[in-house]
């Protein structure tokens, strides 16, 4: 059921055509806002993914859930694209509220067991492009609109917590240097953008059933659980919507404020706000995976969702 909490404000998710990106998107027009949804994959041309979903059905899922859903196709890579989309929006809408940088493309860039002079180097510096650059960039053309009406809200999406990727090693060279660069983005972008009335934040999901992870155990979102004959600790696993859910709480929420420059996570904020994922439970991810999985415990997510 759709609501009208962020009716009358615009937003940008940089970076919807699948995953996290979508589930924001659908939910913050859930919420009644009209967002632009962006990436590369379209009804009429591909990324490297080669994947089905496009930013087309991403934009026809937010209209579908109460809000407006305005497609642009936008390789965030190009300065001059970015600076013509964020002229789009300010011709069509003369402000922009929220912004979700959350671009990613690497999925198919990175080697889980090859040290930084083993891993394709190409590939290695692709991924921090298209993890790091392309962050950069957006903000960069993107918040002098935002800052336009106080309040605005800038969303880094990462993986993995402030805490967590501080003591953890993550994947790969290139990978830990992605995720952790986008974390700092958010404590700059707060030092920045507090005392100029705006907010900036990064956000994780947990073990997110994206449509890659889905296809990765050969599992729908129907039956996902049959997943946990391979891997017993997915269960601890969320949809795109629950984070979804927690990006359109913060951009509701009128003391968003006291939230600017930190580092936050899906279960987190279901904690402080209230929302659940799609069946009704709060899945607690990070505090999971270190109470649980990484110290070698048998699976078991009570007290975690």
Do not use: C
Not at 139 to 157: K, N, Q
Not at 218 to 237: C, Y
Not at 262 to 285: E, K
């Amino acid at each position: 059921m759709s609501t009208t909490t962020l009716g009358g404000k615009v937003a940008l998710v940089a970076g919807a055509t699948r995953g996290a990106g979508r589930g924001i998107a659908v939910e913050l027009g859930a919420a009644g806002a009209t967002v632009y949804v962006t990436g590369r994959s379209t009804r009429s041309a591909r990324s490297e993914y080669d994947r089905p979903e496009t930013i087309e059905d991403t934009a026809d899922l937010v209209t579908a859930a109460g809000g407006l859903g305005i497609a642009v196709p936008t390789d965030h890579l190009v300065p001059e694209q970015v600076k013509a989309l964020v002229d789009r929006i300010e011709a069509e809408q003369g402000r922009l509220d929220v912004l979700v940088n959350d671009i990613w493309g690497g999925e198919l860039l990175f080697a889980w067991d090859a040290p930084v002079w083993e891993h394709d180097l190409d590939k290695g510096l692709r991924l921090l492009r298209l993890a790091v650059e392309t962050h950069a960039i957006t903000s960069h053309h993107a918040l002098p609109l935002l800052l336009r009406t106080p309040g605005g809200l800038v969303v880094e999406m990462t993986d993995g917590t402030t805490e967590y990727n501080r003591d953890t090693y993550r994947v790969s060279f290139f990978y830990d240097i992605a995720k952790s660069s986008v974390l700092r983005m958010a404590f700059a972008l707060g030092h920045e953008l507090g005392p100029r009335g705006a907010t900036a934040v990064a956000l994780t999901p947990g073990w997110l059933r994206s449509e890659m992870m889905l296809d990765n155990y050969g599992v729908t979102e129907a039956n996902w659980r049959d997943a946990l004959k391979m891997q017993p600790h997915f269960g601890i696993s969320e949809t795109p919507f629950y984070v979804g859910r927690a990006v359109a709480a913060l951009a509701a929420d009128p003391e968003v404020a006291r939230w600017n420059g930190q580092s936050l996570s899906s279960g987190q904020l279901a904690g402080v706000y209230g929302f659940t994922d799609l069946d009704g439970s709060r899945p607690d991810a990070w505090r999971y995976l270190v109470e649980v999985q990484d110290v070698g415990k048998p699976a078991d997510q009570t007290g975690y969702r």
